[in-house]
Structures are given as structure tokens and as C-alpha cells.
């Protein structure tokens, strides 16, 4: 099988969407041995942050010499991106040679009539034994989905991590915070530690709590308090952040926006805690992995003439951060914005937000099947922004965007991570 025949059969042969339960994951990785069982890892969950936290957990440990794995979902250009080691890519061919085992055990399941797997649970599994044959010290995984039944949540770890919580896929996981933070918490293993950023809603916090309580697990709560922005510009932020008795002074942060402060604080207390359970980490290796932290598609500067920044959110809780962001760092800006979004997002309120911040507003649509027109997405934006286009083909609307924008105007291209993929294509950041 080579990579062009192992994305076809990802495509056609095992469907998307969300399934519950846990025990087609379970019967495929008892065919390959079970190979998440030689895996420590850390668990991260929640409705945004994930991917930067994950990214700066990864970096840490990187910096301090282990051989680390890191797991994300979903990718923007390439499926590879979701799996690397040491912040390396599979390469084509590997990924292709990985995908045929799965299948050929799949294919077992099949025969032995039981239930195929999902996408992402075949590719969850994939992972697991490709880091368990590479030998990693420590894989940095990310949850796909909710928690309690995502294909991740069979690993035993040693630390979960749960990001910020707010109302995102609420007709799978609930439509209340409560519900939507249990599911999250899910992931919360018996008598272990875990890590809890800043929440937004207290019903949120109440609900990991009380699980962390129920499961003996301690609950280690990051404090904004303790974090205090000392500078920050285009090309990045430097932090203070104290924990336990110890002050790290003058991190230096390169991703943009106040919630990623509050990120760096989650990943420097995991680091910190780890280095408790054995994992040696030393202060300069936490300086430089936050410094050496990268991650595309999240207030990312991929062009600086023109200037064009793109950023992947697209639900409540990110839509406002982004917010935040734009009249913190382009307050004396005009702003062109390029925005597609998914039909079955909150995109009314996002258009709500971001919508007075534009000068000028270019709909289009992402790679999705579920996009929204970018007419109807055009309407909505109309209520809020004098001057808007809808140009449903994505390197039309970046051509049009750059035609119209002047030498006091960036270009924003948001509002889904699919689209993100795309800009990220035609870019080539």
C-alpha cells in the first residue's frame, strides 16, 4: 500500500462522525498488542487549547532531551501533520506502511463480526503503535473529541490536562456547560494529577472537581493571578508566571493573544509536575521550549507584505479570544477579513463579534461539505460591516483581499480550521 492508496482507503473504506464507546478501539489494539499500554503520556482535553498547549508540552520536553510523541487532530494541509516525533512528521511512505497493519487487522475484526472502527479510532491506533515502535519516553496526545468516549481516553496517564471549556459540538456532548465539562473530564484517571486552566464558567470548574474528587485525583488549578504579561508585540509576549514557591521571569512566548499566556502557565505547571513523577526538566528547558513553540493557524503571521494573519477559530470561547486579540494588537488598523465558516457553528454570533472590528469583509467557504454558503454567510455580515463580498472560491477572496487592502490594513483570513487548511495550501507559509 503506498500513501496515495492509504488515504483512499482512510476515505472510503472507514467512516467519519462520532461514535460512542470505546471497545472498537479496544478490539483493534488488542490485535496489535496493545501497544498504548507501553506508552506514559500526557492527556490533554477541552474546547480550545488543546493544540497549543499540546504544542508546548511537546516543545518542553523536547528541549530537555526525551524522545517525545505528539498526537493532534485535526491537521491542516497533510494527515502526517498528525503525528510526530520530536516535532518530526511521519513520512509518507512510513504512515502508508502503518495504515496497511491497521487494515489488515481491521479487515480480522471484520471477519470475526465485529464492529469496524471509526476513522479516528483507526487512526488512534495507528499512532499508539507507531510510538510504541519508535520508542518514544513520553507521548503529548490530544483529545479528538469530548473525552469520556474519545478514541484516546485508553490510555492510562500520567497527567491530564484540561484546557479552557465553552459550548462547542453541543448535539454530541450536551447542551450545557456541565454536560460538555463531564464529558471533558472523562479523561481524569484515578489518583493521578490534573491540570486545569482558567475557566470562563464556574459550572465548568465545579464539574472537573467534583470528578477529580471522585476519582482521588489532585486538581491542580492554574490562577490568572499568577501570570503577568510584561511585554508583548507582533512577534511575541514575555511572561512572568509563579507556581509552588517558584517564579519563572521573562518567558518568552511567541504565540499571539492573552489566552495563550494562560496556555504557557498550563504547559510550564505540567512540566513541573512531571518533573515530579521522574521526568527531569530543567528551567532552561521549559525557557526554551515555550520560546521554540510552534503552531500554526492560531494567530499565525504568514505574510508580512502584505500582511496577513490567519487564525483557525471558529466556536464561541475562540471567536472571542480572537476578538480580544484584534483590538489588542491592530487597534490602530484597518482590518480586510476573509471568513468561511461551517454551517452548524455558532456563525451568526461570531459574525456579531468580529463583524464591527472589519473595515472590510470577503465571505467565502471552507473545504467542507457542511460550509456555509458564502452568500448567506455575506448577508449575515452585512449587519455589521458596510463593505462585504462574497466570493465562495477561497484564493479568489485572498486575490481580492489583497486588491483591496491599503498600507494601514492587514488582511485576517478565519473563521474555520478548514479553511485555514486551504489558506495554507495557496500560502505556503
Not at 9 to 14: E, H, T
Request: net charge neutral; with cysteine.
Amino acid at each position: 500500500m503506498n500513501y496515495i492508496e492509504a488515504l483512499e482507503y482512510i476515505d472510503s473504506n472507514l467512516k467519519g462522525g462520532c461514535n460512542p464507546g470505546l471497545s472498537r478501539i479496544e478490539n483493534l489494539l488488542e490485535l496489535l498488542g496493545n501497544p498504548h499500554k507501553a506508552i506514559k503520556a500526557v492527556h490533554i482535553a477541552g474546547t480550545n487549547g488543546k493544540g497549543s498547549i499540546t504544542a508546548m508540552i511537546s516543545s518542553i520536553l523536547k528541549e530537555e532531551g526525551y524522545r517525545v510523541g505528539t498526537y493532534i487532530s485535526p491537521h491542516l494541509q497533510s494527515i502526517t501533520e498528525r503525528y510526530l516525533i520530536n516535532n518530526v512528521e511521519i513520512e509518507e511512505d512510513v504512515f502508508a506502511s502503518y495504515v496497511s497493519i491497521i487494515k489488515e487487522n481491521i479487515d480480522k475484526m471484520i471477519a470475526e463480526g465485529k464492529e469496524k472502527p471509526s476513522q479516528f479510532e483507526a487512526l488512534t491506533a495507528l499512532a499508539f503503535l507507531y510510538f510504541k515502535d519508535k520508542g518514544v519516553d513520553i507521548a503529548v496526545v490530544e483529545v479528538g473529541l469530548g473525552g469520556r468516549y474519545d478514541a484516546t481516553n485508553v490510555l492510562d496517564s500520567l497527567i491530564s490536562v484540561i484546557t479552557s471549556i465553552s459550548y462547542d459540538h453541543m448535539d454530541i456532548l450536551g447542551d450545557t456547560i456541565e454536560k460538555i465539562a463531564f464529558e471533558k473530564a472523562g479523561i481524569i484517571k484515578r489518583n493521578q494529577i490534573t491540570i486545569l486552566y482558567p475557566q470562563r464558567f464556574q459550572e465548568a470548574e465545579k464539574v472537573i472537581e467534583a470528578v477529580c474528587n471522585d476519582q482521588k485525583t489532585t486538581c491542580i488549578k492554574v490562577l490568572p493571578k499568577y501570570v503577568t504579561q510584561k511585554g508583548f508585540g507582533l512577534d511575541g509576549q514575555i511572561m512572568d508566571y509563579s507556581y509552588n514557591g517558584q517564579t519563572f521571569r521573562d518567558i518568552k512566548l511567541p504565540l499571539l493573544g492573552d489566552h495563550q499566556l494562560l496556555n504557557a502557565a498550563v504547559a510550564i505547571t505540567a512540566a513541573m509536575k512531571l518533573n515530579k513523577l521522574g521526568y527531569k526538566i530543567s528551567e532552561e528547558s521549559i525557557r526554551k521550549g515555550i520560546k521554540n513553540v510552534k503552531w500554526l493557524g492560531r494567530l499565525s503571521i504568514v505574510s508580512k507584505n502584505p500582511f496577513i494573519i490567519i487564525d483557525g477559530a471558529h466556536n464561541e470561547d475562540g471567536i472571542y479570544a480572537l476578538s480580544k486579540a484584534l483590538k489588542k494588537y491592530f487597534h490602530n488598523k484597518n482590518i480586510v477579513m476573509v471568513i468561511g465558516m461551517l454551517r452548524d457553528k455558532n456563525h451568526r454570533d461570531s459574525i456579531s463579534l468580529l463583524g464591527p472590528l472589519a473595515s472590510k469583509m470577503i465571505a467565502t467557504e471552507p473545504m467542507s461539505e457542511r460550509a456555509l454558503s458564502a452568500e448567506e454567510l455575506a448577508e449575515e455580515a452585512r449587519e455589521h460591516c458596510s463593505e462585504v463580498y462574497a466570493i465562495p472560491s477561497i484564493a479568489q477572496a485572498i486575490d481580492k483581499a489583497k486588491d483591496i487592502v491599503d498600507s494601514n490594513s492587514i488582511i485576517l483570513i478565519c473563521g474555520s480550521l478548514y479553511l485555514i487548511g486551504e489558506v495554507c495550501r495557496i500560502i505556503k507559509p
